[in-house]
């Protein structure tokens, strides 16, 4: 049997508060009820997950660089981190792994300071402004990536 693709799914600082946190920016869902639909999804494209979140920069980087070798690609939600860590974007860069940034929120809609984003920089594409379907989005566009580069 093959053995299945496999994809990190990286959920950076204050987004365990997810369900109570502002639900007016980023709805009523638990990161518990994102990680259930993710699996769920991910069954039907079989593939394997691994949902993770830290409130810890170096955390987040030593789970990226733990992802050579073990992992097919990564989704990462960095928060706050997206638009402060040039730390985060080199550890995503240095594992040269297909990258799916995903914001629940619609960053550029929002204050300038969130229009810029570092993982932007080390990302093959970004999906924001959808919610938590951003999440399933962006498993559908990992699972596309992984499959052209084993065409290659
Ligand atoms: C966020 C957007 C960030 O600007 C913010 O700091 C977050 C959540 C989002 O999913 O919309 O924590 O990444």
Redesign the pocket.
Known sequence: MAIQPSVLILN????NLLGT?EPH??GTETLDDIEAACRELAAGLDLEIDFRQSNHEGELIDWIHEARGEHDAIIV???????TSIAIMDALSAVALPVVE??????FR??P??HHSYVSMAATGVI??FGSQ?YLLALQAAARLIDASGDA
Do not use: K, W
Request: with cysteine.
């Open positions: 950076g600082p204050n987004l946190r920016i980023y939600n960095g928060g706050a981190y997206t638009h995903v914001h629940l929120s619609n960053i929002r204050e300071f969130r924001c402004g951003g």
